[in-house]
């Protein structure tokens, strides 16, 4: 039982490891919203082409920025499932 415990510490351990390499991008609005996000969710850059800001609709501008995290979100989860499939040999549960 402790050998079966030893092998989970260290495959969450991989795994998280595997998680602080994952970078991802989404993108709106044809690329002129993209943010970075890392394999914890966290968003490291929000890149906004100027030529957005030239028309002063925000609620446009703020549409794009949620629909890109979403985006990147998505690849984070689907980079995730990867990586842990790939380091378990098994499904992600819940996917």
Known sequence: MKDIMRQAQQLQA???EELKKIK???SAGGGMVRI???GE???LTVK???ELL???DVSMLEDMVLAACNDAKKKVVEKTRDSFTSITGFPMPGT
């Open 54 to 56: 030239k028309d002063g």
């Open 41 to 43: 969710q966290n968003v």
């Open 14 to 16: 991989k795994l998280m």
């Open 36 to 38: 970075e996000m890392d």
């Open 24 to 26: 991802v991008e989404g």
């Open 48 to 50: 906004i082409d100027p």
